[in-house]
């Protein structure tokens, strides 16, 4: 399942953030798709797949302490219209 993770931080938190940030290593279960950074600080997004809700656990409760995550089931909108319309939805 595919998740858009949004990361929010206090600046003081800032260097546990960096320090995070460069030994993040997604656990097995979890691919990173990509990142991204928001330029005015405080943010982070990542859009990445886990294959099990142990997979999802693993990667984002090391961050607990330093982040609150706003974590979010997505689908491409292609693939949603499809899937409605298989259940004769009609959008």
Not at 6 to 11: N, R, V
Not at 47 to 61: D, R, T
């Amino acid at each position: 399942m595919l998740f858009m993770d949004i990361s929010t931080w206090a600046p003081e938190h800032r260097e546990d953030i960096l320090k995070h940030f460069k030994e993040l290593r997604p656990p097995a279960g979890v691919h990173v798709i990509n990142q991204w950074v928001d330029l005015t600080g405080g943010r982070f997004f990542i859009l990445y797949e886990a294959e099990s809700s142990e997979a999802y656990a693993a990667f984002n409760l090391p961050w607990s302490d330093v982040c609150k995550i706003d974590s979010v089931p997505v689908m491409e909108a292609t693939e949603f219209i499809k899937h409605m319309l298989e259940r004769g939805i009609k959008l």
